[in-house]
């Protein structure tokens, strides 16, 4: 079964994005439908004979499908099997401080009386849409999105909005200056928007994660 990664340590990704995973509420995730690529370039001559790099761009298929299942976790490839994580700051349980542990956790009066630990596995999903879409910025600084399907589709203000929550940021304008910052939109960036409804899981309460998953499956894909 894949996996879908997240993780972010922005002012932005921690304030809106890892509360909107962890209370269930985001429902879709915007990925680039492109490759950043090299290509290898060789110029010979009788007299000398010279190696290039050059960068491309190249297309990027959709990595999942209307219809499959899969499971949603925090920093899959950057953490071992079995981790816990700070809400607060989205870092290891266990860190290298004086005390060795996330100080949001464990000096709550310091820091966020409100915080608590997360697992890797934040819970299984379905996809039910795959779209793709392009994200730009005008030499003014007005952002664009456009859904790329049988013809370009200007997107209107209520799905600018619908898309923003859908993926756990506050308004549309916070959301494409993430990215803008990110990707930089002044050149148009296409991407993929995939949403999804939960398959088997349950959502966090009082501060207490709480995610159902086979244990084969734990301990597998942790």
């Known amino acids: 079964m894949k996996v879908l990664s997240f993780a972010g340590y922005d002012e932005i990704y921690l304030k809106y994005i890892l509360p ?8 879709q995730t915007i990925r680039p439908a492109w490759n950043d690529a090299v290509k290898h370039k060789w110029s010979l001559t009788r007299d000398n004979c ?23 976790e925090w920093k899959s490839r950057s953490s071992p099997r079995g981790s816990w ?16 542990k996330c100080d949001h956790l464990y000096f709550p009066e310091n820091t966020n009386p409100t915080a608590f630990k ?10 039910t849409e795959v779209l793709k879409m392009e994200m730009r910025k005008t030499p003014h600084g007005k952002f664009f999105g456009l859904w790329l399907r049988d013809g370009d589709i200007y997107l209107t203000t209520e799905e600018y909005e ?14 494409f200056k993430w990215f803008d910052n990110k990707y930089d939109l ?7 928007v995939y949403r999804w409804k939960g398959a088997g899981d349950e959502s966090p309460s009082h501060g207490n994660f709480t995610t159902i998953i086979p244990k084969s499956m734990t301990e597998t894909f942790i």
């Open 20 to 27: 909107a995973l962890l209370n269930k509420t985001k429902t």
């Open 50 to 72: 010279a190696y290039e790099k050059i960068k491309y761009v190249s297309g990027k298929p959709p990595r999942f499908q209307v219809g499959e299942t899969f499971i949603l």
């Open 85 to 100: 994580f700070c809400s607060n700051c989205g870092m290891l349980e266990k860190i290298r401080n004086p005390s060795g």
């Open 118 to 127: 997360f697992p890797k596995i934040l819970g299984m999903a379905t996809i």
């Open 162 to 175: 619908e898309l923003a929550k859908k993926d756990g940021f506050p308004d549309a304008e916070t959301m």
């Open 186 to 192: 002044s050149v148009p960036r296409m991407f993929w």
